[in-house]
């Protein structure tokens, strides 16, 4: 069983940044890739980023490539996502998830989310 716990979400003009984080319980920490998904009103659960399980691969959605970067660091069981140039589309409630072994893009591939964060983006 993991537990995942995000933070960092809130209100930020466009251009700005944010740095959510996310943080999961137990040993095995090292043996799930971690993935960041947004949903916004109305709108399915999208893939936005993902990083293996030594943090050496990282996948991103391509409406969010060059502005946001994942990270881990398995020490401390936290992945992070730096989210830079900020535009209103980016407004969403924000998950992390675990995925056992293998990075995904595809929300049904990870085993385990956390709540949520809110991230909004004013013009």
């Known amino acids: 069983q993991v537990q995942l716990v995000e933070s960092g979400g809130g209100l930020v003009q466009a251009g700005g940044s944010l740095r959510l984080s996310c943080v999961a319980s137990?040993?095995?920490?090292?043996?799930?890739?971690m993935g960041w998904f947004r949903q916004a009103p109305g709108k399915d659960r999208e893939f936005v980023s993902s990083?293996?399980?030594?943090?050496?691969?990282?996948y991103y959605a391509d409406s969010v490539k060059g502005r946001f970067t994942i990270s881990r660091d398995n020490a401390k069981n936290t992945v992070y996502l730096q989210m830079n140039s900020l535009k209103p589309a980016d407004t969403a409630v924000y998950y992390c998830a675990a995925n056992w072994l293998n990075t995904g893009s595809s929300p049904g591939q990870y085993d385990y989310w956390g709540q949520g964060t809110q991230v909004t983006v004013s013009s």
């Open positions: 990083i293996s399980r030594t943090g050496g691969t990282t």
């Open positions: 137990g040993r095995t920490f090292t043996m799930y890739a």
